[in-house]
């Protein structure tokens, strides 16, 4: 019964590819998860997802080399793949795992910026420098990157003509800011309510 149902239509051309699809897809999404957390640094995590994903293409190869003469696995396959990679996309940018640098460069009011960064709790340091139309002040902060959003806020808010920039950081040695681990999700209202 087993048998038969195993090479009956359903099962090979609607059934199987199916399943294909899906695994590649989990097994291409688990593969970005991996490839982030080793950039990000994050040591811990790319093994455990590595297994998994090795798990599931075996799993996926093993059936496309059992239905070998049906070409709709391999299509499955392809198809899953590309959907995976699709997804991989969406959730590189959803992540919020490790930490980045931000740089921001700004010719006025950098004082303004460290002021609010420093009532959020976030390190930071200003530089001076010079630039192609006079004196800037150049801002640094490493932050987990959960808080980048906020601190973009911040930066939006404080210095809407600033120029930034963002890049990974693979790991850091001291501490990263903000350095209380409560959040308080009123704090930025409470930061921007004061100005007015």
Not at 34 to 49: E, F, Q
Not at 97 to 118: E, F, K, N, W, Y
Not at 126 to 150: D, M, N, S, W, Y
Request: contains cysteine; positive net charge.
């Amino acid at each position: 019964m087993e048998q038969s149902f195993s090479q009956s239509f359903w099962f090979i051309w609607i059934i199987l590819p199916t399943l294909i699809f899906l695994a590649r897809i989990v097994d291409v999404s688990l593969q970005t998860i991996r490839i982030i957390s080793i950039s990000r640094g994050i040591r811990w995590l790319a093994p455990l997802v590595g297994f998994f994903e090795v798990l599931i293409w075996l799993l996926a190869i093993g059936q496309i080399m059992k239905t070998i003469s049906h070409p709709v696995a391999y299509i499955a396959y392809a198809a899953g793949f590309a959907t995976g990679t699709a997804i991989g996309q969406v959730l590189e940018r959803k992540l919020t795992l490790g930490m980045v640098i931000v740089r921001v460069i700004t010719p006025r009011d950098g004082p303004q910026l460290c002021q609010a960064l420093h009532e959020l709790g976030f390190g930071f340091t200003a530089v001076p420098g010079h630039g192609a139309a006079g004196a800037v002040e150049v801002i640094f902060t490493v932050l987990r990157r959960q808080h980048l959003q906020q601190v973009l806020t911040v930066i939006r808010e404080s210095l809407p003509d600033a120029f930034y920039s963002i890049e990974e950081v693979a790991s850091a040695r001291a501490t990263v800011y903000p350095l209380s681990s409560k959040s308080d999700p009123f704090r930025l209202f409470r930061l921007f309510s004061k100005r007015k």
